[in-house]
């Protein structure tokens, strides 16, 4: 089946300093997820992209998708203690039976140091 | 609006009982899935549904059983409760059928195997 690889499992960053997380798939993707997990909650869509090379901001977070589709990249610019938490990136693979099913990233847990 | 809704939220269970993590959202939503969450390990799906009557297994649905009678409610069984299964489960469900779009998950309910 299909792996997501994402890097680096942990980052800890003085508040104000930037933050990206890596994903890499094994085989191509038709579209890629991103989500937010706060400490001891639960995971939260942030966005979904799908085209060859696209890049799309909310606020201070940019997602990019690589050209070839097999990776994609999460950056925060400025770091706040609100960014706290675990991103996962996800992406679908196909069953035997024709149905899609979302397979995580390992996930990036992001401390803040104030 | 109650999204999706697992019950319990805490469970201690001894190895070899059974129980039934209960998942049911109220966003007619036609895909439903069950992911396990281990420290270090990501979200490793274990069963989805792509609609009443219709289960596939994940990655992981060693130990596990699924049933979708109704479009709101798609339970998780363990038959024989062991001490790997110890985790965080979560529920997660989407709008889209033959592809995941956006994952509204559940709150998590945490499973203890002694």
């Known amino acids: 089946g299909q792996q997501v690889m994402q890097i680096p499992q942990y980052q800890h960053v003085q508040e104000g300093e930037d933050f990206t997380t890596y994903c890499n798939s094994s085989?191509?993707?038709?579209?890629i997820q991103w989500y937010k997990q706060r400490p001891g909650g639960h995971p939260v869509f942030l966005i979904q992209?799908?085209?060859?090379?696209e890049v799309k901001k909310q606020k201070r977070l940019t997602f990019q998708f690589g050209e070839a589709k097999k990776n994609s990249s999460l950056h925060i610019t400025a770091t706040q203690t609100t960014d706290v938490g675990t991103y996962f990136c996800a992406g679908p693979w196909w069953s035997n039976f024709g149905n899609e099913k979302l397979t995580f990233g390992t996930g990036t847990r992001l401390t803040i140091i104030p | 609006n109650a999204g999706v809704t697992q019950t319990p939220k805490f469970q201690v269970l001894k190895t070899g009982q059974s129980m039934t993590l209960q998942c049911a959202q109220d966003m007619n939503h036609e895909y439903m899935s069950w992911y396990r969450q281990d420290p270090g390990m990501g979200l490793r799906l274990i069963h989805y549904?792509?609609?009443?009557?219709?289960?596939d297994q994940g990655e992981v649905p060693n130990g596990y059983n699924v049933s979708r009678s109704t479009t709101e409610d798609f339970p998780l069984r363990l038959l024989s409760a062991a001490p790997s299964q110890t985790s965080v489960y979560f529920c997660?469900?989407?709008?889209?059928?033959?592809?995941?779009?956006?994952?509204?998950f559940g709150e998590g309910s945490r499973l203890t195997v002694l």
């Open positions: 992209l799908v085209k060859s090379g």
């Open positions: 549904s792509v609609g009443a009557g219709i289960t």
């Open positions: 085989t191509t993707l038709s579209n």
């Open positions: 997660a469900s989407s709008s889209y059928r033959r592809s995941t779009g956006e994952l509204f």
